[in-house]
């Protein structure tokens, strides 16, 4: 009764009307409609170049649990909230597409890339710290964001099309369609139509529950392949539990030399203002969602962001690309939760997701020709890119001010292959078309500032 009586005075259950019950029940919601990031994350840093980031693949699986037990913890104990934290989608890509850039020839690579991850991690906290955050986000213009958000979608979707095998790639026209007969990509197909239905049936936990279901049909298919005498393997079976591989070949690993170089600094700020958008946009929907926000404001977001930013920075020393708030905490939300302990119960099934590296190994590994296909993680993906669409309703596309810009970085994001580069687009761009159109007291001083370092960066930008 004693330890009810302290956890309900330190996370203020009963000021909120909720329970310790409720509470745990939700988190436990939150972790099944996140998990997904465990798969996905050992997909897409582990996979080898150009696909992916080319790190461990196991120690991949271990950090992503770590970082979002770490970020989850942090963030209930310091704000309160029912928000977990785990490592980005679409940041996820760009740290792969900056980790494949080469840079006056020579290539980035994943431990540079997780330098940059650091220290914008540690701009953040300091942003949040001294409260310089609100400027950085107010001198954004709408139309970017909403494009990058977008942009990030198609080219997160496009990722997916691809390692289904729907889209591959044609010497004549770029890309195009794959070899629908192909029985990787009738699973993935397969894979995209169970996690479509669950979805739009509000099925909590839809992107889990899709990706075990197709993984569980792709078992089934190997099995009926091999008892044929066909030597097709989808998904192969690796076993379920076992001792939690060494993190050591990633962690510590970020490269501190590599950033000392001008063109690294447009990358370190990409890294931050997607991390910047992404918390805030989470903070304040969920927030909003759970009745949190007072007078149009979200008390202890200052605790937020400090907890977002510190769970970036210690997740790169870790080994992971960007860690900041989810969305998906908004089915806890839905759930009932309220308080930070929602959040105890979600890191705490992550600490325990570790000992089942080899389902995420089975699950997330590649199959195959030349093992780049993931027919059972590619549907989420692709899902995921069309969430991160509803954004592009929002831009004033009546304003070819801002209707340009927000295009070229739609377009720009997929089209080059990279984040940075269709970012870069819109924010030379931009200040450009509203100078000319005699609007340039429109543009905020940080717009112009990064207008003028992305058209550095393109300049001196070799291949």
Known sequence: MEISKTIDRFFHLADNGTTVRRELRAGAVTFMTMCYIIFVQRAVLGSEPPMGAGMDPQAVVVVTCLVAAIGTLIMGLVANYPIALAPCMGENFYFVTVAGMTVNGMLVGWQTALAAVFFSGLIF???SAFRFREAVFESMPDSLKYAISAGIGIFIALIGMQRAGIITVNKFTGISLGNLHDPHII?????LLITSILFVRRVR????WGILITSAAGLIMTSVFNAAGMNITLIQYKGLVAAPPSITPIFGKIDIRGLLNLAMIPIILVFLIMVLFDTVGTLVGVGTQAGLLKDGKLPRIGKALIADATASTVGAFMGSSTVSSYIESAA???????????????AFLFLLAIFFTPLVEMIGGGAGKGGLLLPA???VMILVGSLMMKSITRIDWSDPTDGIPAFLVIIGIPFSYNIAYGIGFGFVIYPLVKLVSGRGNEVRWLCYTLGAVFLIYFAFLLH
């Open 125 to 127: 906290l300091f942003l």
């Open 332 to 346: 806890g939300v839905a759930d009932g939760a309220r308080t930070g302990l929602a959040n105890m119960m979600t």
């Open 377 to 379: 993680v590619a549907p």
């Open 205 to 208: 936990g839809a992107f889990m």
């Open 187 to 191: 699973l993935a197909i397969f894979g």
